[in-house]
């Protein structure tokens, strides 16, 4: 008689963010939240920055789980932002560290100038109170709607980005990020694998997503999320539906920011048995 395969089932969590950009808990917390929920392989994906990768790393080997290299990079693709997580990445490989630097440069920039155009709104203060709650970390609109919410400017995040954030909004900037390919390609160059994050949050029609991801493949993306936070069973069915069209892997994460307002770690749906798991591309 052959021996019982022994081996545990893997949970996996491949997108979460820390402090290094805009979530609540520090990379080490977020490994030991991860490891307290059962996820047993998570990427730490924060938006255009590797910077809480070391520290992750760390975390993972004391607690035992395994850690997949990551970010999540902002990327423009006719005129529109999308997000390209990389799983696997070598956050030393000199272009995509570089482009780090850059997308920092790009953040700063942009929020001098969005707290120019609160200020003219009569919302003084934006940018000193941003920089404070960043420390270290990769600002983001998020840093900005938690600012107008403190301030009672607005009732909530959402409400944030509806009045003063979002495209079209006061102070809405647009803003210079790298091009799809161009994010596709330092992601891959590195080692990594690409994958479009959250696919149905952009709102694209049928046509759109399918040109979206024409030019994803065509760039060598290789995978999307399939089951991402807040995601229920049609959207689950639809998403399965483009990545088969496509023969892309499916991914699966939570996009975890903090414990009060976000999809818990490791608490997700299965992927559904016709994808080819993500997991399967990653050395
Ligand atoms: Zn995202
Ligand atoms: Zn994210």
């Known amino acids: 008689m052959p021996e019982p395969d022994s081996t545990p089932p ?3 969590d491949l997108h979460c963010h820390s402090t290094a950009s805009d979530g609540s808990l520090s990379p080490t917390a977020v490994v030991q939240r991860a490891h307290e929920h059962g996820v047993t392989a998570l990427a730490l994906t924060d938006h255009d920055t590797t910077a809480g990768l070391a520290e992750a790393q760390q975390s993972a080997s004391a607690a035992g789980i395994r ?9 423009e693709w006719q005129h529109q932002c999308f997000h390209i997580v990389g799983l696997g990445i070598d ?3 000199t272009p995509l560290a570089d482009a780090t630097h850059v997308l920092q440069n790009t953040r700063l920039n942009r929020a001098e100038k969005i707290a120019d ?5 009569h919302i003084p203060g934006a940018l000193a109170a941003v920089m404070a709650a960043v420390g270290d970390g990769m600002i983001t609109r998020s840093h900005f709607a938690d600012f107008l919410v403190a301030g009672n400017h607005v009732n909530s995040q959402q409400d944030a980005f509806d009045r003063y ?10 803003t210079p990020w790298a091009d799809l390919a161009q994010a596709v390609n330092w992601i891959t160059e590195s080692g990594g694998v690409a994958v ?9 029609s049928s046509n759109q997503m399918k040109r979206l991801l ?3 493949k065509d760039a060598g993306g290789r995978g999307m999320e399939i089951v991402t936070g807040r995601i229920n069973p049609d959207e689950i069915q639809r998403a399965s539906l483009y990545a088969k069209n496509f023969a892309l892997s499916g991914s699966m994460g939570s996009d975890f920011h903090s ?5 818990e770690l490791g608490r997700l749906a299965a992927l559904p048995a016709q994808i080819q798991p993500v997991w399967e591309l990653l050395n």
Not at 165 to 174: Q, T, W
Request: charged share 15%; aromatic share 12%; net charge positive.
């Open 259 to 263: 414990p009060d307002q976000w999809v």
């Open 117 to 121: 155009k609160l200020a003219k709104k």
């Open 10 to 12: 893997q949970i996996y």
């Open 214 to 216: 024409t030019a994803f």
């Open 91 to 93: 956050p030393h490989y």
């Open 165 to 174: 954030l979002a495209k079209g909004k006061p102070a809405y900037v647009a």
């Open 196 to 204: 479009l994050a959250h696919p149905l949050r952009y709102n694209l």
């Open 67 to 75: 850690l997949i290299p990551g970010i999540e990079l902002s990327a």
